[in-house]
């Protein structure tokens, strides 16, 4: 029971907690909520309620938002990687986890740019079909 007090918490219960998570400022970090919709939950009602978020949201949200496309939003995503394991082993499961949540997200991201690709090809290919046709009345 002890060694569940030990683990990293899932929440953040503060705007300074959410900041020092994601090695920013508290302004910067109230700005991203505003602007880039950052994941972070009110309790109450009011610009002015007490706040938290949850650390799966946050690496979500890390993955997934235009924040990448920054040099800052780079960094911020590698710093959050999991490292290797002791021995350059695969890690831990919950190292394992990251990975694979990161491979999956890059295939997600494949598979919409070869889906849109093909939707090009298809719409190609109808118009030359339909051309033939017209050519053989």
């Known amino acids: 029971m002890a060694q569940l007090a030990e683990k990293a918490p899932l929440m953040l219960n503060s705007w300074k907690e959410i ?3 994601l090695n920013r400022g508290v ?3 109230q700005r991203w909520e505003r602007d880039l919709e950052l ?3 009110r309790i109450g009602k009011g610009t002015h309620s007490p706040v938290y978020a949850l650390i799966p949201e ?3 949200w890390i993955a997934t938002s235009s924040i990448k ?3 800052q939003g780079r ?3 590698q710093a959050m990687l999991p490292r290797p394991g002791k021995n350059g082993g695969t890690g831990t499961p919950l190292e394992i986890s990251h990975r694979l949540m990161s491979e999956s997200l890059t295939l997600v991201r494949t598979l919409a740019d070869t889906s849109v690709r093909q939707q090009q090809h298809t719409k ?3 118009k030359r079909i339909l051309e033939m046709k017209a ?3």
């Open 58 to 60: 946050l690496k979500f």
């Open 135 to 137: 050519r053989m009345k």
């Open 19 to 21: 900041a020092a998570f």
């Open 75 to 77: 960094a911020l995503e």
């Open 69 to 71: 496309s920054t040099p």
């Open 124 to 126: 190609a290919l109808q």
């Open 27 to 29: 302004r910067t970090v």
């Open 39 to 41: 994941p972070v939950h």
